[in-house]
């Protein structure tokens, strides 16, 4: 099985500050990784996935984040925020089947 | 992009009705969609894989014959919860995998989710 572990519950951050999202996995095969953003009352948007390759993801608006295998984590960055990007955050696994498994999730707070 | 969509957006029941809740993928088909159901300011947790064609696979813990899923065509599923009580109340929302759904890389897409209240 596995899991994911978010280290961070609630992050504030200031406008046009950078934000890093940290996120630790467990498994017992190779895991593909993801991290999905959810705005207040919508679902889920992929913003990246790491299946392969390069370590180095960059997703949708600015994000980017790291696979680093021996330390297992996948920890999400974005060099400057706005205020939009205010929004819960969860990096989720698939294992050895279809299915996703969400961490706790992370809410980003940006303020003016 | 692929679009899921969920409907209704938002619903309040009396305890005890059926409430009906479906998932579309616009414009795409799949064969494979997820129910999943999120409580306030928590993860989301799979309450089961729907399969187009077949019965539905029911995570551990989650009442089959409580939350009904119908996957009757490549482009729709349906989620009843029957007999709804109070502790019901839950954002719900359901994910689809373009296609036949065979790689386990294949991205799920998200539906807007649906808010169900019960008093």
């Known amino acids: 099985a596995q899991s994911v572990t978010q280290l961070d519950s609630q992050v504030p951050v200031f406008e046009e500050a950078p934000v890093e999202l940290r996120c630790n996995y467990s498994?017992?095969?190779?895991?593909?990784l993801f991290w999905y953003v959810q705005y207040p009352n919508q679902g889920l948007q992929l913003l990246l996935k790491y299946l392969s390759g390069s370590t180095l993801v960059k997703g949708i608006n600015g994000f980017e984040a790291e696979f680093n295998k021996s330390q297992t984590s996948f920890h999400l960055r974005k060099p400057s925020v706005h205020i939009s990007d205010t929004a819960e955050y969860f990096c989720a696994v698939i294992g050895g089947d279809y299915k996703l498994s969400f961490g706790a999730g992370t809410t980003v707070t940006v303020r003016a | 992009g692929a679009v899921v969509s969920q409907h209704p957006s938002r619903v309040i029941c009396k305890s005890g009705t059926s409430v009906k809740i479906e998932c579309r993928s616009l414009d795409f088909q799949a064969t494979t969609m997820f129910w999943y159901r999120q409580f306030p300011k928590q993860s989301l947790m799979l309450m089961a894989t729907s399969n187009e064609g077949s019965k539905a696979t029911y995570e551990q813990g989650v009442e089959k014959d409580k939350f009904l899923i119908n996957h009757a065509s490549l482009t729709l599923s349906t989620l009843t919860v029957t007999s709804a009580h109070p502790e019901d109340s839950s954002f719900y929302i359901c994910?689809?995998?373009?296609?036949?759904?065979?790689?386990?890389?294949?991205?799920?897409?998200f539906g807007p989710g649906t808010r169900l209240t019960v008093l």
């Open positions: 498994s017992s095969v190779s895991v593909y």
């Open positions: 994910s689809a995998i373009p296609g036949d759904g065979r790689s386990s890389t294949d991205t799920q897409y």
